[in-house]
């Protein structure tokens, strides 16, 4: 599944959700449902944003794995996995297991679908050479 | 007389009941930002430390372009 395709099925299922972005640990965005660029850049480069200051209030070693901004106007939510991240807004008050479970499951979806390293080509056997 | 009365009274403690628990439901929830680690522990920061003013900044710069 592609990140469109993902993105797609993402806001099919959950209503809460008014906008998401995927995105690297770059913060390059793969993929939105915003139509404008600018817009999906923001909001990624701000969940990358939250990530970093969350990370740094921790002292141990444990990495941020997701997080929700709960505020009067909305929720941000971000979920990392690996090198790919997905960040959701949403309204007020939302039911937070639900859309991480459905962000959780929208980005497994891509994971799945990524590029893997192209295996060598098995090299062609030797015909047995007839010498009779 | 008396009926009237206990209509009023009635009406008057309805009114207050509601409104009471109208505040309590929209003012006891405050913003805050809730971090889950890989280790499976959970940070919650709450409205008015350092650290959810810094992170809801950003939450709120975020939700301002999204919503439109």
Redesign the interface.
């Given at each position: 599944m592609d990140a469109a395709q993902a993105l797609a099925d993402l806001t099919e299922i959950s209503s809460q959700i008014?906008?998401a972005v995927l995105f690297d640990e770059q913060g390059a965005v793969l993929g939105a449902t915003?139509a404008?660029g600018?817009?999906a850049q923001?909001?990624a480069r701000?969940?990358a944003?939250?990530l970093a200051?969350?990370a740094a209030?921790?002292s141990?070693d444990?990495?941020?794995?997701?997080?929700?901004?709960?505020?009067?106007?909305?929720?941000?939510f971000v979920v990392r996995d690996g090198s790919r991240r997905i960040?959701a807004?949403t309204g007020p008050?939302p039911t937070?297991g639900l859309v991480f479970y459905d962000l959780k499951s929208a980005l497994r979806g891509t994971e799945e679908s990524a590029p893997a390293t192209p295996k060598p080509r098995p090299r062609k056997k030797k015909e047995p050479v007839d010498e009779a | 007389m008396r009926r009237k009365f206990l209509g009023l009274l009635g009406f008057g403690s309805g009114v207050f009941a509601g409104s009471v628990l109208y505040r309590r439901s929209n003012g006891r929830?405050r913003?805050?930002?809730?971090?889950?680690?890989?280790?499976g522990?959970m940070?919650s920061?709450v409205e008015g430390s350092p650290?959810a003013e810094?992170?809801?900044r950003?939450?709120?710069?975020?939700?301002g372009?999204?919503?439109?």
């Open positions: 008014e906008s915003l404008d600018s817009a923001a909001l701000g969940a944003e939250l200051e969350a209030f921790r141990s444990a990495a941020v794995t997701q997080l929700e901004a709960s505020t009067h106007e909305g929720s941000v960040a807004t008050s937070v | 929830r913003d805050r930002v809730d971090v889950y680690f890989d280790d522990s940070v920061f650290e810094k992170l809801l950003v939450a709120r710069d975020v939700l372009p999204a919503a439109l």
